[in-house]
């Protein structure tokens, strides 16, 4: 272990992952962060996933523990914030990874109210809430990085107006807190993902449009600019595990693209 994080306590709210050929973005973000030595308060709505990503950190002699809660209620925050504190004293990192879309999500005149409604409460306000919970904590302390996993889809695309609107949101959220923040010493950055080749992202697709996997892949590797090719969970978590890290002491209040390229065509 090169210990980038090493001796920090890190919460990872979407910790599991859905089901599918390949890991998720918080499971690898928590795999990452124990491997450079943090401990990782792994935090899922889905408890068995939790306990699944918790026993892979075992397995490499890394420390973490799971934790059920659903974030898009304010109950749910306030015990991860609670459960980790309690558990060791302090909180470093806080990443706010949940994010859901789909399900009557779609373009501004067809998505549904419902759908909006249950999109911006779990992707925006549990992070916002999760955040308010644990500011106190790291002001107290002087310090602590908070890493918002937001999307390209924030900036552009016209198909699924709520996981839009609501990932803008978290961008908003991330220079808001880290403006409010920055004299306390506490950092706040967005990691945004574009095309990744993930779980929820491939079978998530394909099953809701009904097409396979493979074509699924082949479809958003066509739109990568860089080497044609989707980046992976490990991408979102190297990215992640900088802004955790203090050698990015100096670095809050970004939006990270971590895209190959995407954000940059233009056309
Ligand atoms: P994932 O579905 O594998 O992981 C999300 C986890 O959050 C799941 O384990 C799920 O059980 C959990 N969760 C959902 N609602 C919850 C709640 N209310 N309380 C607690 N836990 C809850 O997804 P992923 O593909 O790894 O994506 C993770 C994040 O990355 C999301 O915020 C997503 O919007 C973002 N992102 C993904 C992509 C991509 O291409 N995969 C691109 C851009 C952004």
Known sequence: MSGRL???IAIIAGAGQSAGETIGN???MAVLFARHGAQVLCVDRDLASAVETVAMIAEEGGSAAPFQADVSRDAGCAAVIAEAKSRWGRIDILVNNV???GGGDGPAHRAA???FDRILNVNLKSAWMTIKHVIPIMREQGGGSIINISSLASLSGSNQVAYEVSKAGMNRLTTSVAN???SHGVRCNAVLPGLMDTPMAISGIAAGIGS???AVREARNARVPLRGKMGTAWDTAHAALFLASDEANFITGVLLPVDGGMAARVG
């Open 99 to 101: 994010g859901i879309g």
């Open 113 to 115: 109210e419902q759908a």
């Open 180 to 182: 409010a923040n920055a």
């Open 6 to 8: 090493q001796g920090k």
């Open 26 to 28: 918080g499971r690898a």
């Open 212 to 214: 396979t996997t493979s």
